[in-house]
């Protein structure tokens, strides 16, 4: 196959220099022999544009230079468009390139595109809006609101904030229906992943996986902060997926399962993020799995 790349750089992304970026990327695309543009991410995040540009000019990767929050955003665009993602990192997180082991030197994530598998991994709406990877309602929907205000972005700044945060942590009343089933809870906040972490390892979902067709749902249910922060450090290490139906659900302070569907209410209208990214939150919020979303180069 011969292949034509579109580079989409995000400018704000993340800290590093984006001169050696481009470098790097001009040098290696041209010793391959690839045909290749550059272009700017929008901060609209509208990409209909480019649904056009990929079949008008026969683009067969589009290789997406930033965060989660910009891969999310091009991904929902592109669904249904035949054309292979790549990813180099250059986002605070990065939860979807890690999760598909792709690193975050350039030079290796380039080497991925260049040589690595397309292979299609799972996505989901949460009320028709496109998530690539985790959405959060509560505490680190907060963080992420934060996060997007401050002027210096970075790891170093998101910890900041998710301690800032922590000290003024709440609980907010939610009540999930899966299937036939119901329940309610008080969740200092409640992850919907499709990848296994927030970014940077954190691997709030462990045994998620980007193509089982199974959204990984992580309920962290009312309990003291000391009793919390070890209890989510129990789960980042060995967190066991249990049935929601489970008769002790009351008693597990996380609760953690599988599904392709579910509904959430959210009556005191915990904030939400998409993909890292602060978004409107709403009273409840419908969760459907989307089989093979697109396709991800990753290594073989």
Not at 43 to 57: H, P, Q, R, V
Not at 81 to 100: E, R, T, W, Y
Request: charged share 20%.
């Amino acid at each position: 196959m011969n292949r034509k790349f579109v580079y989409l750089i995000n400018p704000i992304s993340g800290t590093r220099g984006k001169s050696l970026i481009l470098e790097v990327i001009e040098k290696e695309t041209e010793q391959q022999g690839i045909p290749f543009e550059i272009l700017d991410t929008n901060a609209a995040g509208n990409y209909d544009w480019l649904k056009e540009k990929i079949i008008s000019e026969n683009i067969t990767d589009i290789i997406i230079c930033g965060g989660d929050g910009t891969v999310s955003q091009v991904t929902g665009a592109l669904l249904g468009i035949a054309v292979q993602i790549g990813i180099i990192p250059l986002g605070s997180g990065n939860g979807l390139a890690f999760a598909a082991k792709i690193p975050k030197r350039i030079d290796r994530a380039l080497h991925i595109i260049f040589t690595g598998k397309a292979t299609w991994v799972d996505g989901f709406h949460i009320n028709d809006q496109f998530s690539c990877m985790l959405c959060g309602l509560g505490f680190d929907a907060q963080v992420a609101h934060d996060f997007a205000n401050q002027k210096k972005r970075g790891l170093a700044t998101y910890i900041k904030q998710t301690i800032k945060n922590f000290t003024l942590a709440k609980p907010y009343p939610f009540i999930l229906q899966v299937d036939s089933k119901t329940f309610s809870t008080d969740a200092f906040f409640i992850s919907i992943a499709n990848s296994n972490q927030f970014g940077n390892n954190f691997t709030i979902a462990p045994m998620a996986s980007l193509h089982d067709g199974l959204l990984d749902i992580v309920v962290v249910n009312n309990m003291s902060k000391l009793r919390l922060v070890w209890n989510i450090l129990k789960q980042i290490n060995s967190g066991q997926v249990r049935i929601y139906e489970d008769k002790k659900y009351h008693r597990n302070q996380i609760h953690y399962f599988q599904t392709a569907q579910l509904s959430i209410q959210n009556p005191k209208h915990a904030p939400l993020h998409i993909d890292g990214d602060p978004v409107d939150t709403a009273e409840v919020f419908d969760i459907k799995v989307i089989r093979n979303a697109f396709k991800l180069l990753m290594p073989e």
